[in-house]
Every structure is written in structure tokens, then in C-alpha cells.
């Protein structure tokens, strides 16, 4: 049983509350030197949805910050150990050039 007081907090029936780990530091030298990112890993960007996107009211998580690093946005926003569900995959595969890894 988990009990939360937070006098400024308001909720509703049916929100609900995640917890969520920072990735270790060791986890995300990995992940940029994987990604080959260690040139902008802490040069700050922005989040849009793309102009092009074919989904109805396509919107950004409220949760993610519109202004961040890469290293922010993977070490405290996402869930690098989740497992990668097929739109992300096949939005990956849109970006490689290697034709063994599509």
C-alpha cells in the first residue's frame, strides 16, 4: 500500500502514479556510445511531432520536456529497459542504412 499527501496535488478517480528509476551513468555512456550520439549527447534540443505524421491528434507525452539534452531525456524521461514495441521498431527502420539490421 503506497499513501501519498500532497496538499498541492489534485487528482482524479482512475489517475494513476509511476515510478520511474534514473538510468545509472554506466547505462548511458553505453547507450550514446551504441548510438554513436557522444557529438550532441549534451547539446540541448527540442521535441516535435513531425509535420508529416499520418496519426489523428498526435501529441507529445506531458511527462516529456519540449527543451532537453539527449542525456536528460534518456538518463530521467525514458524507460530504457522497457521492451521496444513494433512502432518504434518500425520507426527505427526507416534509418538504417545496413540492410542486415532491417
Do not use: Y
Request: proline share 5%; hydrophobic share 35%; charged share 25%.
Amino acid at each position: 500500500e503506497v499513501m501519498l499527501e500532497c496538499p498541492s496535488f489534485e487528482h482524479q478517480a482512475g489517475d494513476t502514479v509511476s515510478i520511474i528509476c534514473h538510468n545509472t551513468e554506466e547505462e548511458m555512456k553505453q547507450l550514446c556510445s551504441r548510438l554513436e550520439l557522444a557529438n550532441v549527447w549534451d547539446k540541448e534540443c527540442s521535441l516535435a511531432i513531425s509535420s508529416t505524421t499520418q496519426k489523428a491528434k498526435a501529441k507529445l507525452p506531458v511527462w516529456l520536456p519540449i527543451t532537453s539534452t539527449l542525456e536528460m531525456l534518456f538518463k530521467h524521461h525514458l524507460d530504457i529497459r522497457a521492451v521496444p514495441k513494433k512502432p518504434l521498431l518500425r520507426s527505427l527502420v526507416e534509418h538504417t542504412t545496413v540492410e542486415e539490421d532491417k
